[in-house]
């Protein structure tokens, strides 16, 4: 009760944080004295600088993060925030009174403002695209293409804004252009900043909250960036916005890098969010395609997944269970460990044993996994099986500690096919046990891990298939 207190004073604070700047720029357009007017280039080219940086070194982490060009989400992102820093920059450096004579107002600073962040829009909107939106799969096909392609586009808007400033001279100013710019770039920020929402809300990571509170206040700033006046205070207060949006995501990353060392994550949780969005039935295609979002963060409990869900089965068919509890066994098999996508890369593929610390993170997966298939309309009947998966029979499991048949039968057989496939199979803290060693040790810890009966069943099926000879319990040459 107290975290979601805590939780909800937090939260709340953060609604009242983003809903202030809009206050405030009303009020300086609508109370006199309120708008004073500051004219000081020096000040300005030194807040705008601090903003291409920042900027710059978003986008800068963002791609070294990244595996690979055809990473395409995480690329487009980080493509957004150094386009927002190229073309920001030019205004900066077009300061009237600073490097230019203060009589002029060449349109690199007339523009790139808002061209900036017009830009930055369209590429982390592109980073935020659902796959099963016409479009997409080709935007993915041709991402290193677009990026090339992208980056030739920026280095030649700068180099021509520095110097031959009046080329651009074709681009509108005036009204009603500034309010479509300004609309348009705002359309597309809010749309990335529900899609970081949505992923968020599946997730819980920092870093994810961080990136809505950012688009929203890079969204905020247009109002005061085309509608207030040059140099007043209003006009000032989009300078802040940006500076504050760039900041939070900084921070919130910070807390992200400590925690999970990777920024690649805030790709995967999209993937995972829109694959969840285009499930419209539970069967194994689009199962597959759902577990191929987590393969992106970790291929073995992709794998894993796929052969826990086949040995849960066969003990399912082999105790004669229904129709419905085969298909809840199937589907909480097939996804029983996609929670692990919060779980940091430091600590799922530590290769070494894990810390207190590093496991108490590790146990989290199977709560944040219910949370994911509750999210689903096609995955909430399974939550509750992917919830106890990792509950012990003799108690001392997590996370609700449920013992004997208070655990969901569904789980006790995951369980047992989870434990069997994890011996079977080559992890990063261990090679794979021989097979006979992994029957004795299922067998060994039934009645206080695993389900006695649930073994049973599970090494029945194993002889009657021929994996083990009878009376044997050893591989069969």
């Not at 993937?271 to 073995?300: F, P």
């Not at 001392?396 to 057989?413: C, F, H, K, S």
């Not at 989870?418 to 992890?427: E, G, I, K, P």
């Amino acid at each position: 009760m107290t975290n979601t207190l805590v939780n909800r004073a937090f939260y709340g604070a953060a609604l009242l944080a983003l809903a202030t700047p809009i206050a405030v720029f009303v009020a300086t357009q609508s109370i006199t004295g309120w708008n004073p007017t500051w004219r000081e280039p020096t000040f300005h080219f030194y807040i705008v600088s601090a903003c291409t940086v920042l900027s710059a070194g978003i986008g800068t982490a963002l791609a070294l993060s990244v595996q690979s060009v055809r990473t395409t989400r995480t690329v487009f992102l980080a493509l957004g925030f150094v386009a927002i820093a190229m073309i920001f920059a030019t205004h900066g450096l077009s300061t009237p009174g600073f490097i230019v004579p203060g009589s002029q107002y060449p349109y690199a600073v007339v523009i790139s403002a808002g061209l900036s962040e017009l830009a930055g829009a369209a590429f982390i909107s592109l980073s935020v695209l659902p796959a099963a939106w016409p479009g997409a799969r080709w935007v993915r096909d041709h991402g290193p293409h677009l990026m090339v392609a992208a980056l030739f586009a920026l280095t030649s808007y700068v180099a021509i804004m520095m110097f031959r400033p009046e080329t651009w001279s074709f681009v509108p100013t005036e009204r009603p252009w500034d309010g479509i710019f300004a609309g348009t770039t705002m359309v597309m920020l809010g749309f990335s900043a529900w899609r970081y929402w949505a992923a968020w809300r599946l997730t819980r990571l920092p870093g994810q909250f961080a990136m809505v509170c950012a688009l929203i206040l890079l969204a905020e700033s247009q109002v005061s960036m085309y509608y207030g006046t040059l140099w007043t205070a209003g006009w000032w207060l989009y300078h802040g916005l940006m500076l504050a949006a760039f900041s939070t995501l900084i921070a919130g990353w910070v807390i992200e890098a400590i925690r999970a060392k990777s920024l690649v994550v805030f790709s995967r949780a999209i993937e995972l969010h829109g694959e969840l969005s285009r499930l419209t039935v539970a069967d194994e295609a689009e199962l597959t395609a759902l577990e191929q979002a987590m393969a992106e963060k970790d291929e073995y409990t992709h794998g894993h997944m796929g052969r826990v869900a086949e040995y849960a089965a066969a003990i399912g068919r082999e105790m004669g269970l229904d129709e419905h509890r085969m298909h809840v066994i199937e589907t909480a098999g097939r996804i029983h460990d996609i929670g692990k996508i919060s779980v940091p890369d430091a600590v799922l593929l530590k290769p070494g044993k894990l810390t207190e610390d590093e496991f108490e993170q590790m146990k989290h997966h199977a709560e944040r996994g219910a949370h994911i298939a509750r999210s689903s309309k096609l995955l909430e009947h399974v939550a509750d099986v992917v919830r106890a998966h990792h509950e012990r029979f003799g108690g001392r499991g997590y996370p609700d500690g449920l013992t004997g048949e208070a655990i969901p039968l569904e789980a006790r057989i995951i369980a047992v096919a989870d434990t069997f496939d994890a011996l079977t199979s080559t992890r990063v803290y261990r090679p794979l046990r021989p097979w006979n060693e992994a029957v004795a040790e299922v067998q060994r810890v039934a009645g206080t891990q695993l389900d006695p009966r649930c073994v049973e069943v599970f090494m029945a099926w194993l002889r009657r298939t021929g994996q083990i000879a009878d009376g044997r319990d050893t591989l069969v040459a």
